[in-house]
C-alpha cells in the first residue's frame, strides 16, 4: 500500500463542471507535488509545494488550481477544463529533496 | 529546454536475457539520476538512484551514469516476464527544499517467456 493516496482514482467531467482531486501522504514529508502525464508525453511537472508554500508552478494554465491546506493534503482543483487536459495527475511527496513517492493516480477524462 | 531521451521502444528480450535500457540528458549541472518502473495503468516506482559515475548494483539490476558523456543507464540481469514495463528515466535539477525531476517519455520493455 502506498505512503501517498490520491482520490478519486477515476474521474470523468465536463467542460463546465467544477471538481477536485485530493491526496493525502503518510510518510512524514514536507513537500508535495502534482504531476500530469499524457499520452506519448514525458511527465510534467505542473506544482511544488515545500514546507506548504508553493515554490514551482511551471506555467500552468489558471483552470488549474492548487490547494495545499498542511503538509500532509494537497489538492488539485479543476475548472472549465478541456478535453486535451485528460490524462493521470500524479501526486508525490518527498522529504525536501530526497526520494519521490508517488500515489497511484487519478485517471481524468473530460468530455 | 532541460531534456531527457529515451527510445520508447519497445525493447524484446527473451526471459533470462539481460536488458539494456539507456538514456540521455542535456544538462551538464545535473545531479542526481533515477530510474522509475512504470506497469501499465500503475505510477511509476522507483528502482533506484544514482549519483555517481560508475556503476551501481541492486540485485538483478545496475545503473551506469558517464557523466562526460551524458549517459545513464539500467541493465537488467536474468530478465523476467514480471519485468515488462515502461522503464522512466529522470533528471534531478540542483536545488534545495525539493527535487526537481525532468522525465523522459519511457522505454517500453516486453520480455518474452
Known amino acids: 500500500e502506498t505512503g501517498v493516496t490520491q482520490t478519486p482514482r477515476h474521474l470523468v467531467m465536463g467542460m463546465t463542471n467544477k471538481k477536485s482531486l485530493k491526496c493525502e501522504q503518510h510518510l512524514g514529508h514536507n513537500a508535495m507535488y502534482w504531476y500530469k502525464q499524457s499520452a506519448k508525453k514525458p511527465l510534467e511537472l505542473m506544482f511544488v509545494?515545500?514546507?506548504?508554500?508553493?515554490?514551482e508552478n511551471n506555467s500552468v494554465p489558471s483552470r488549474f488550481s492548487p490547494e495545499c491546506p498542511n503538509s500532509s493534503h494537497l489538492f488539485l482543483h479543476l475548472h472549465t477544463l478541456q478535453p486535451e487536459d485528460s490524462a493521470l495527475y500524479l501526486c508525490?511527496?518527498?522529504?525536501?529533496?530526497?526520494?519521490?513517492?508517488f500515489g497511484e493516480g487519478s485517471w481524468l477524462t473530460v468530455v | 529546454q532541460k531534456e531527457v531521451e529515451q527510445n520508447s521502444g519497445p525493447l524484446s528480450v527473451p526471459e533470462g536475457a539481460i536488458a539494456s535500457l539507456n538514456c540521455t540528458y542535456s544538462?551538464?549541472?545535473?545531479?542526481?539520476f533515477f530510474w522509475y518502473r512504470q506497469y501499465s495503468g500503475k505510477s511509476p516506482e522507483l528502482i533506484m538512484f544514482i549519483y555517481s559515475n560508475g556503476d551501481k548494483e541492486d540485485g538483478r539490476f545496475t545503473a551506469q551514469l558517464n557523466k562526460a558523456s551524458q549517459y545513464v543507464s539500467l541493465l537488467i540481469r536474468d530478465s523476467q516476464p514480471s519485468d515488462s514495463a515502461t522503464y522512466l528515466c529522470?533528471?534531478?535539477?540542483?536545488?534545495?527544499?525539493?527535487?526537481?525531476?525532468?522525465f523522459g517519455t519511457g522505454t517500453r520493455l516486453l520480455v518474452s517467456p
Open positions: 529522470a533528471v534531478n535539477e540542483m536545488n534545495t527544499g525539493f527535487q526537481k525531476l525532468v
Open positions: 544538462d551538464r549541472g545535473s545531479q542526481s
Open positions: 508525490a511527496s518527498s522529504q525536501e529533496s530526497d526520494t519521490i513517492y
Open positions: 509545494y515545500n514546507f506548504k508554500e508553493q515554490t
